[in-house]
């Protein structure tokens, strides 16, 4: 059974730091591209970090400089460091697991965990 479990999530003031943490179980983690997204009430998801399985990496603009997303396949864990947080971070985090395949796509998602920047 797949799953993706985030954690790490909670209320922090503005410049403030948090790490997010997502375990997979069920697949083959290595493999697999891993991806933050998140999603603020009234818009629309979207990618915030990227890391292939090779180790490249790719950030939304807004999040460059301020964001890291690593991973351990030992732990079949990826993380997302945020530092310098600003209200307009507030969102649900979603942890995404990306593989094309021949003939389509493998993909998976957690359940999300709120992070919310405030003073």
């Known amino acids: 059974q797949v799953q993706l479990v985030e954690s790490g999530g909670g209320l922090v003031q503005p410049g403030g730091s948090l790490r997010l943490s997502c375990a997979a179980s069920?697949?083959?983690?290595?493999?697999?591209?891993m991806r933050w997204y998140r999603q603020a009430p009234g818009k629309e998801r979207e990618l915030v970090a990227e890391?292939?399985?090779?180790?490249?990496?790719n950030y939304e603009d807004s999040v460059k400089g301020r964001f890291t997303i690593s991973r351990d396949n030992a732990k079949k864990t990826v993380y997302l460091q945020m530092n310098s947080l600003k209200p307009e971070d507030t969102a649900v985090y979603y942890c995404?697991?990306?593989?094309?395949?021949?003939?389509?796509?493998?993909?998976?998602w957690g359940q999300g965990t709120q992070v919310t920047v405030s003073s």
């Open positions: 890391l292939s399985a090779s180790g490249s990496t």
């Open positions: 995404n697991a990306f593989r094309r395949r021949y003939g389509g796509v493998n993909e998976y």
């Open positions: 069920g697949f083959t983690f290595s493999i697999y591209a």
